[in-house]
């Protein structure tokens, strides 16, 4: 039972890049890892997602990993989801954040998956990814810039960079499978999921969206965007269910895009604690030709590390204090 870790120290404990668990059905996503978790039949199946300290840039996961980010993403999604949980307006995945009772792991497992761990709801995955976006930024910016509407949503001409827009908007993408995300209209969204399930997620996805940015707003922090999935929740048999929950992560530095309000500016690109610093890092390299945007990605120089994980902390602390 190997668990794949950087050798350099830290202040927040080993780096997690891999994990190698006794639990069947290991599926490995760009940043975290998933089993299966037997439940005999007796309950409906259960997923074991651990946050690992890999991260991605443009669907690309780097060599290098940011020591400790796993549970700052663990923890900025548990506080998130017991918030959403007050706003009554859906179900979602997740059971338990505890790994001490799993069985079959060692201690230096248990140790290895501390504040790590989401035990979940197996969910039968609606495949589009229902992005909120209340500003004009990343993807969404230069959609606008091109043609003046992102994901058929027509704006207001002579909008600006990271500018607020007027309300939320929702520009959905595809789930792929491998490789990068495609914008949808709104049609496309129906077609694949059905114009109710649409509607109501649509909803939801605006309603939790409009209270998180509140929330981070009175803390300091623009939530600029961020997006949810969902899927049907599944019966003792692992049959889909009718009910729909909300699955996967939620609101964290790695799903949207936070910017410290005080330096808010429309009209150039913001300060951000999210992953934009990396990728203006990588986009740096791809412009003087040192990359392409293609797996091998780049490793990154500790100051860059350093400067991610400052980053996640600063969000977290933000938001839900100090710990
Ligand atoms: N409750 C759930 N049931 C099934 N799949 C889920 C559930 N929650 C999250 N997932 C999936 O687990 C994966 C999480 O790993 P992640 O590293 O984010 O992968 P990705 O590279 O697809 O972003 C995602 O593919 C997500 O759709
Ligand atoms: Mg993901």
Known sequence: MTMVRDTTASASGRPLIRTDLPFPGRREGKVRDIYSLTTEGKDPPRLLIIATDRISAFD??????????GKLLGEI???????????????????????SDLGGLDAEQRSDLEGRVMICRAA?????EFVIRGYLAGAGWNAYAQS??????????????????????FTPTTKAIAGHDEPMEYEQACAVAGRDVVDRLREVSLKI???????ALARGTILADTKFEFGYAL?????RTDELILIDEVLT????????????EPGREQENFDKQFVRNYLQALVESGK?????????????????????????????????
């Open 291 to 323: 990359w392409d945007k293609t797996p091998p990605g780049p490793e990154l120089p500790r100051e860059i590390v350093a400067n991610t994980l400052a980053r996640y902390v600063e969000v977290r602390d933000r938001l839900f204090g100090t710990s």
């Open 235 to 239: 019966d003792r048999d692992g049959r």
């Open 77 to 99: 999604s548990t506080r998130w989801f017991s918030f959403i949980r007050s706003l009554n307006l859906i179900g979602d995945h997740l059971l338990a954040t505890d790994a």
């Open 209 to 215: 969206y409009t209270a998180g940015a509140e929330y």
């Open 148 to 169: 003046g509407s992102i994901c058929g949503v027509r704006l207001p001409a002579g909008l600006r960079r990271a500018e607020k827009l007027a309300k939320p908007i």
């Open 253 to 264: 530095p790695d799903s949207s895009r936070y910017w410290p309000v005080e330096a808010y």
């Open 124 to 128: 039968d995955v609606i495949p589009v």
């Open 60 to 69: 690309v996961v780097l060599p290098t990993p940011i020591p400790g980010k």
